[in-house]
């Protein structure tokens, strides 16, 4: 009997020591970490907030990004900054839930500077996930948050928005039209002549394309998001995005950051990710996703962003953008498309007293995280399969199950023979 439950005790000894998860750095957690180079004080007042008993990562990232809201995070986020082409700024933001996968976004939202409060107020008082322009004015004004009287034509925080309209506002995003004035209205360029009875079209078209001339460091539009990942010590992860899109952008665009998976994703059992800069082209491929599923199949934070930003440059060489990533242990890393050259971001974790910055150059690694030379399964019966990834390190072995109940076993078998 004494010998039985000593060898239960063995038993239990052996599982404990074969399936101790292996923690990376047990003072990681909590971590928050924001995009570009105001991040320092979103970044504390979001670890503050965690810091608060009885507040979540969500009120965390919402704190976060509040704190550029209200400051206009030195740069132009925000309410009254980077007017679209009528001179109003309009505002998107998104924070989601990666204990229960809620989301709340808004689009386009206007006269309302605490876009990411009405985001939230979308997450809790409605069983939706995006509600965009008048409608979302309206759904603010119900949950009381302040409505402005008129709209915020930029005279007093965006000087250049005048500039930009006596230079027959060009350049702009818009492409394949002819402009009825020097400002528009626009029409189809392939359309007839008399099209709505219009015969003479201003001569200046919209060759300049602004997207390409404006989507670098040290332009006007340098920059205009804040992401904020928050992950607390019981891995509750959050992530909130906010921001008022681009600067003259064709009235009514919204970018990607309220889409979730584009401007921001969550998933307790992995981490999160978030993503800046040319959100119309970033949209099309859903990087935060994209990382945040890398990392599930257990690759680094840093290599996930990475491979998210490969992915697009294969289509859009030219595009600018970049990622902030961590996983639910509290690594981190980031990564940029190399027009950016550097991108900051910063980052507070458990060892930390303050919000660090940290500079990263940008490259990206030409090959995907995963070769996809050699088939991984499907493959058709007689088929030879020549692995390739004999250099994938013993870890894979390790760690298999059947390894490790072999030793399991073995050492079970030595303890019985003693
Ligand atoms: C908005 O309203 C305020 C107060 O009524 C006024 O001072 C301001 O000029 C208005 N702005 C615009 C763009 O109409
Ligand atoms: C803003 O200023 C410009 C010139 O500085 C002026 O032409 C325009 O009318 C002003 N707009 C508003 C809404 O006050
Ligand atoms: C945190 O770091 C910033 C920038 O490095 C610095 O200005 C600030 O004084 C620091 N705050 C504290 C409390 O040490
Ligand atoms: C980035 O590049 C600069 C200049 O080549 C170099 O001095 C710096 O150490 C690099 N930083 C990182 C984080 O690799």
């Not at 919209?206 to 019981?234: F, L, M, Q, Y």
């Not at 996703?289 to 440059?313: C, F, K, N, T, W």
Request: aromatic share 10%; net charge neutral; with cysteine.
């Amino acid at each position: 009997m004494f010998n039985a439950m000593l060898q239960m005790d063995l038993v239990y000894v052996l599982l404990a020591f074969v399936w101790t998860p292996r923690v990376a750095n047990a003072d990681s957690l909590p971590i928050v970490i924001t995009t570009w180079y105001f991040g320092l004080n979103p970044t504390n007042t979001a670890w503050d907030e965690l810091q608060t008993p009885g507040k979540l990562p969500l009120d965390a990232v919402q704190k976060g990004c509040e704190w550029c809201e209200d400051n206009f995070c030195s740069s132009g986020v925000g309410y009254g900054y980077k007017p679209d082409e009528s001179g109003e700024s309009t505002l998107d933001a998104l924070v989601m839930d990666g204990k229960t996968h809620d989301v709340g976004a808004v689009g386009g939202l206007r006269r309302v500077q605490n876009a990411i409060g009405v985001a939230r107020a979308v997450m809790k008082h409605t069983s939706h996930t995006l509600i965009v322009g008048d409608a979302a004015t309206e759904f603010a004004k119900s949950m009381g948050f302040e409505v402005m009287p008129n709209a915020s034509l930029s005279n007093t925080s965006d000087n250049t928005y005048w500039t930009w309209r006596q230079n027959d506002c060009q350049p702009n995003f818009r492409k394949n039209v002819k402009p009825a004035g020097k400002c528009g209205p626009y029409y189809p360029a392939d359309q007839p002549s008399d099209f709505n009875r219009r015969t003479s079209f201003n001569k200046r078209d919209t060759r300049e394309d602004a997207s390409k001339i404006w989507d670098v460091p040290g332009s006007p539009s340098d920059h205009d998001t804040i992401c904020v990942i928050a992950i607390g010590a019981n891995k509750d992860a959050a992530v909130g995005v906010t921001t008022n899109g681009l600067r003259f952008k064709v009235p009514g665009r919204v970018g990607d950051s309220p889409i979730p998976g584009a401007g921001g994703y969550v998933d307790n059992e992995v981490g999160g990710a978030a993503a800046t800069g040319n959100g119309d082209i970033m949209m099309r491929f859903l990087p935060s996703y994209h990382a945040v599923e890398l990392m599930r199949h257990g690759v680094s934070p840093e290599r996930a962003g990475q491979d998210a930003i490969r992915r697009i440059l294969k289509h859009y060489p030219d595009f600018n953008g970049a990622m902030i990533v961590v996983n639910n242990k509290g690594e981190y890393g980031a990564a940029c498309s190399p027009g950016y050259k550097t991108f900051p971001y910063f980052v507070r974790t458990g060892d930390m007293t303050n919000a660090t910055r940290v500079d990263i150059n940008c490259t990206i690694p030409d090959e995907p995280v995963f070769p996809t030379t050699t088939p991984v399964s499907n493959t058709p019966a007689g088929t030879t399969v020549t692995s390739s990834a004999t250099s994938t390190s013993y870890r894979h072995v390790l760690c298999s199950k059947t390894f490790q109940w072999a030793i399991l076993v073995i050492l079970g078998g030595v303890y019985c023979f003693k």
